[in-house]
């Protein structure tokens, strides 16, 4: 009995086939995507690193009767109040991001502010 079902496993195994086609295209592409990805990010040696830098990301929902500039620059005044409570004193920023949406009839403002940190060496 053993013997047989040995037997019929094996001409049963013979039976199946499993087409995948373009699988090991696909697998090739996204290598090839993962190693470009990898040797472009890298930084070129006699580039000098840029300083680090913190942002402060803030929004501001805007009020009837404001214009999309109004809400823009409301949000970047409170964002630019919350760095200078955050660090205690005035900052030099940046303003590395500032776009209205209109949401279900509500204006907003998102925008984000940027600081950059420089390293003190005593």
Known sequence: MRRLSIIAMLFLSGCI????????????????????????????????ASPAR??????????????????KQLCIREAAQKLTRIAGRELNYVVLKSEVTT??????????????VRASFN
């Open 17 to 48: 086939t499993i087409e995948m086609p373009g699988v090991v295209t696909d697998m090739v592409k996204a290598a090839k995507d993962v190693y470009k990805g990898s040797t472009s990010d890298k930084a070129e040696p006699n580039k000098p």
């Open 103 to 116: 949401f279900n009839n509500v204006t907003f403002a998102n925008c984000e502010l940027g600081v950059e």
């Open 54 to 71: 913190h942002v402060l990301a803030h929004s501001y929902v805007g009020q009837d009767g404001q214009t999309d500039p109004e809400i």
